[in-house]
């Protein structure tokens, strides 16, 4: 009995393996977008209704000078890229140039809000 509730507190405590991830979004400046969400009007309760995800995406285009991305699902829903995902996203961004909108595709393992990233190109 004593085994089996160490096992079992074991199995509690180690890390939950993440799950392997193929998604496709937006690239955009982690850091803008997440200011850009949060900026709302504490009484207002459609905050959902009232934005314009659109013009988000645009507005946290990244750049060369970008150090933190994110990558967001055509749900709304967003992910940060590890510090490798980051490198990477900064190389496609350097190679790609300028752009409104950054569609990639990324795969690697997600834990929580954050994707280990293993390799990120641009969507077709």
Do not use: W
Request: aromatic share 4%; with cysteine; glycine share 6%.
């Amino acid at each position: 009995m004593k085994l089996a509730l160490c096992a079992a507190a074991l199995l509690c405590l180690s890390p939950a393996p993440g799950v392997t991830a193929n998604c496709t979004g937006f690239l955009v400046d982690a850091r803008c977008f997440g200011n850009r969400e949060r900026n709302v009007n504490p009484n207002d309760t459609l905050t959902a209704v009232d934005r314009d995800q659109n013009s988000e995406l645009r507005y946290c285009s990244p750049s060369v000078k970008t150090r933190s991305f994110a990558l967001v699902e055509q749900d709304g829903s967003s992910f940060t890229l590890d510090s490798a995902g980051n490198s990477k996203a900064l190389d496609l961004v350097r190679t790609t140039g300028k752009k409104s909108l950054f569609v990639v595709a990324v795969t690697g393992e997600a834990k929580k809000n954050t994707i280990t990233v293993d390799s990120i190109s641009l969507a077709h």
